[in-house]
């Protein structure tokens, strides 16, 4: 099992930068893929982005490409998204996710476990 404890959320003016982490414990943290979802207020929850087990292979939504970094140390059982150049349209609640089957999805329903939530407010 896995349990996640999402943190570094706050409020940021338009243009500013973030860095959200994700502890996990529970053990076998590098045996799952990680994952970064978001849910605006008012809407749904949306795929952010997701690395593997061993950090080599990411992927992110088109609406944060160039602007946000997923990241993990598996050394110290973290998960880490750098968001630079926040819009307002950022603002949501972040969640970190976990998958432990193998392939790497962009697929909220994917995903086996979930942290609490963070919130980032991106103020114009």
């Known amino acids: 099992q896995v349990q996640l404890v999402e943190s570094g959320g706050g409020l940021v003016q338009a243009g500013g930068s973030l860095r959200l982490s994700c502890a996990a414990s529970?053990?076998?943290?590098?045996?799952?893929?990680m994952g970064w979802f978001r849910q605006p207020p008012g809407k749904e929850r949306e795929f952010v982005a997701t690395?593997?087990?061993?950090?080599?292979?990411?992927y992110y939504a088109d609406s944060v490409k160039g602007r946000f970094t997923i990241s993990r140390d598996n050394a110290k059982n973290t998960v880490y998204l750098q968001m630079i150049s926040l819009k307002p349209e950022d603002t949501a609640v972040y969640y970190c996710?976990?998958?432990?089957?193998?392939?790497?999805?962009?697929?909220?329903?994917?995903?086996?476990?979930w942290g609490q939530g963070t919130q980032v407010t991106v103020s114009s």
């Open positions: 690395v593997s087990r061993l950090g080599i292979s990411t």
């Open positions: 529970g053990r076998t943290f590098s045996s799952v893929s």
């Open positions: 996710a976990a998958k432990t089957s193998g392939v790497v999805s962009t697929t909220l329903s994917d995903y086996t476990y």
